[in-house]
């Protein structure tokens, strides 16, 4: 019998550079809200969706696409782009067949770490879409790092949370040797039957909710909203079959 993959469990960008991810699938992990927020785009239709780590960029890839820009920094609509990161901006009638550019203040940087670090495959999850990501990583048979994008490379716990919740569902398929996995899925088993309550003690909530976000919040961690699975292929996220 083969030995199993492993799977390890990253809880910041900052240590990203800890861990060997070469041939590796990584998973990037921004519940509020980046990859909620990608995850329902192309859900509702969205041809595409282009991560990039700039503002500037941002621009001038919608300039030469016809893509329509967005991004937040702090939480708050980057002026010269057309529209935020709430998964509420991108509804079927909106997004469909359309290309969405795409900046985050921490998600689509750490994407691009990833990618900087050698993995070989990079795919996006939250809870909307927590049950494609889990099917696509069962059959893989390849080692896996479940990056938590935090808050400006600090831990937070929602990223935690949905590794722990991943974590659950495949672990069957792994061997887990890593304490930043078990500490995740832990945590989950003790707070997945409320998660509402818990998320309004998080930082974020704080940060987020005084911009009047908590129906985002809410539905950023509500399982199986917009169940695609992202996959990053030349450039762009589309939806991959699993």
Known sequence: MSA????????????????DISNSIVVIIDVFRATSTIATALYNG????????SVDRCIALGESTGGITAGERDGKVIPGLSYGNSPAE?????????TLVLTTTNGTKLLHMALNNGASQVVTGSFPNLSAVCRFLAKQNKNVYLGCSGWKDKFNLEDTLFAGAVIQEIQDYFTIHCDSSLMAADMYAMHRNDMNSLIRKTTHWHRLASY?????????????????????????LVVQSV
Not at 46 to 53: E, F, K, S
Not at 90 to 98: C, H, N, V
Not at 212 to 236: F, Q, W
Request: aromatic share 8%; proline share 9%; glycine share 6%.
């Open 90 to 98: 991108y509804p079927r009638s909106f997004i469909e067949g359309k």
């Open 46 to 53: 969205a041809a595409r969706v282009i991560p990039v780590d």
């Open 4 to 19: 199993k993959p492993t799977l390890h469990t990253v809880l910041s960008p900052r240590l990203l550079d800890t861990y």
């Open 212 to 236: 009047g976000l908590e129906k985002d919040l809410e539905y950023c961690v509500s399982r199986d909203v917009a169940n695609v699975l992202p996959i990053y292929h030349e450039g762009d």
